[in-house]
């Protein structure tokens, strides 16, 4: 009987354990959480351009924040290409620019 009781209490503490364990991951989850406006402002994302080819051989993630980085970016994307791409005009005074090198891969947001 005692064993009983002794089994019965190991079994409820290992369900108090794993109770805690999952409640605590279920709240601490909220990173993966993405802001849907800033400063009251909705974030809007547009996709700028997409290409296959990047002149960038690792992964490189740049947020550009004025047209003089991104005459910068396009000069180093735009130095073996004929024709080079067309850098975007951008109102800087509202918006920025993310960019995603990935591999070859190329992704302006």
Same mark, same amino acid.
């Given at each position: 009987?005692?064993?009983?009781?002794?089994? #019965?209490?190991?079994?409820?503490?290992?369900?108090?354990?794993? =109770?805690?364990?999952?409640?605590?991951?279920? =709240?601490?989850?909220? #990173?993966?959480?993405?802001? =849907?406006?800033?400063?009251?402002?909705?974030?809007?994302?547009?996709?700028?351009?997409?290409?296959?080819?990047?002149?960038?051989?690792?992964?490189?993630?740049?947020?550009?924040?004025?047209?003089?980085?991104?005459?910068?970016?396009? =000069?180093?994307?735009?130095?073996?290409?004929?024709?080079?791409?067309?850098?975007?005009?951008?109102?800087?005074?509202?918006?920025?620019?993310?960019?995603?090198?990935?591999?070859?891969?190329?992704?302006?947001?």
């Amino acid at each position: 009987m005692k064993e009983l009781i002794k089994v #019965g209490l190991a079994m409820f503490r290992l369900f108090v354990l794993l =109770s805690l364990l999952l409640f605590g991951m279920n =709240s601490s989850c909220k #990173g993966q959480n993405f802001a =849907s406006s800033i400063n009251g402002k909705p974030l809007n994302m547009e996709l700028m351009l997409q290409d296959d080819y990047s002149n960038v051989v690792t992964e490189e993630v740049i947020l550009i924040k004025n047209q003089e980085s991104l005459q910068s970016f396009f =000069s180093k994307i735009n130095k073996t290409r004929k024709p080079g791409l067309p850098v975007p005009d951008i109102n800087f005074d509202e918006n920025m620019l993310f960019v995603w090198c990935q591999g070859e891969t190329l992704a302006l947001v």
